[in-house]
Each structure stands twice: as structure tokens, then as C-alpha cells.
């Protein structure tokens, strides 16, 4: 019984320590800035009426909307290369070169491992050689050096997780190996292309070091970079803008998570 007991305070705690910060950032959004900054009040509450002036001064008076229209552009076609260079790379790696393939996916794996603070340099130098720094291609051309590695191994465990047996019962009926892997293998692994296409975008939205390295005019930021750099100014920080600019990222890619954690989780589960 106190067993049971001290499992589900445990979870508890856990669920409110993940909670509050999305709790908190949601008060301040709608609080006056007298509210916010006034001493002797609970700051959980709504000491004075709430406000919409910070989500409209958010979309209004600051870039944020081209940040956001900067970060889906930059997160599509990250998705896209990825997923065009990973599933092919994962399957051959899953079918094609035997059990050698299918160790190598943890060696694919380690690249992803790589810090970006060692190699933020070089990936500038590729970036000026190219003539694309000051814009938006940059991130396309350098976040899927991230994002393909850890994508391929990811759905590496998931072309394992696919039965031989339907690879050989597609060639015995006349497949050759791309119909097999197009008509056969692929529908299998779509959650986990979900997954991976999720996970892709999210970096993209979330790398900062890059974003902030290679681009420094304000029109071609990111939501990474751009947020900070237009709500903070010297020592002034526009909290409640702030916090509304996360909730309009957060919430829905937590949500998106939410509905593809079983596929990761496999995922993980198979790569490993």
C-alpha cells in the first residue's frame, strides 16, 4: 500500500514539475504589466483584469510573424531532405548490406552525437563558400547534417521491426527490390516517418547556434534566434510577449509529440 502510495505521489510531482512552467507562461501572457511587476500580490493570480495587448503587440509591432513564416519555410524543406536521404538510408542499411549494415546504424547514430559548438565554424565557412549566408537556405543546407543521421537510425529500428518473411513473399511474386521496399516495407514504417518528420521539424524550429551564427539580418531569422533577439533588449526583457511566443510553439508541437511518443519510443526501442 505505501508502496502504491509513494509511486503516484511520485508521478504527481512529476506531471506538476512538468506543468508549471506551461502553467506560468500562460498567466503571464494575459497579465497587465502593472499586474506582472506589482509587489505584495500572489503572481498565480489576476490581481487586475487580463489583457490581449501583448499577443497583439507579439503579431503587431514586432517581427514575430516573419520568424514564423521564416521557421515553417526552413522546417519543410529540412523534413523533406531528410526524409528523402534517411528512409533510403535506412533501408539499405536495414536490408541491403547484411549484418553489417545493421551495426553501422549506432556509428550513424554517434554523428548526430556531435555538438554543434565544434562545428558551427566550418558549417559557416561551407556556408560563405556557398554565398547563402544572411538567409534562410543556410539552415536548410546545414541542419539536415543533424537531422539525417539520427533520422536514419531512427527508422533503421523500424525496417527491423518489419518482417522478412513479406520481403520474400513480395519477390516470389514477382517484386523487384525497389516495388518491395516502395509497396511492401514502406507502409509499414509510415509512423515512424511521422515520427521522424516530427522530430526533424522540431530541431529546426529549436536550433539556436546555427540560426544565430549564420544569419544576423533581422527579416531572415528564425523563430530561435529572432524571439530573443526582438523581445529582449539590453537589460529589458517583454516577458508576457515572450511567453506567448512559446505557447504558440509549444503547445502544438507538444501535441503533435503526443501523438506520435508510441512510434519514437519503438523506434527507440528497435534501433537499440
Known sequence: ??????????????????????????????????????????????????????????????????????????????????MILSIPAAFSLARLTGSWGERSGMAIFLVYLIPPSLLFIPMYQIVVWLGIANTIWSLVIVLPTITVPFCT????????????????????????????????????????VGACAVFAFSLSLGNYIY??????????RTLSAGVPTELIRGDVFFWPELMAATLVVAIPLAIVYGLFFNYLVGGFKNAT
Open 153 to 192: 537510425w531512427l527508422l533503421l529500428g523500424f525496417f527491423r521491426s518489419v518482417p522478412r518473411s513479406l520481403d520474400e513473399a513480395a519477390m516470389l511474386d514477382g517484386c523487384g527490390q525497389f516495388t518491395t521496399f516502395y509497396r511492401v516495407l514502406l507502409p509499414q514504417v509510415w509512423p515512424g
Open 211 to 220: 540560426a544565430a551564427t549564420f544569419i544576423t539580418r533581422s527579416a531572415a
Open 1 to 82: 500500500m505505501l508502496r502504491k502510495i509513494g509511486f503516484y505521489c511520485g508521478i504527481g510531482f512529476l506531471t506538476l514539475f512538468s506543468i508549471v512552467p506551461l502553467l506560468w507562461a500562460l498567466i503571464t501572457v494575459f497579465k497587465r504589466n502593472s499586474d506582472m511587476y506589482s509587489v505584495g500580490t500572489v503572481p498565480f493570480f489576476y490581481n487586475e483584469p487580463p489583457t490581449l495587448e501583448h499577443v497583439v503587440f507579439l503579431f503587431t509591432e514586432s517581427n514575430f510573424g516573419l520568424f514564423l513564416q521564416n521557421s515553417a519555410i526552413v522546417g519543410i524543406f529540412v523534413v523533406l531532405i531528410t
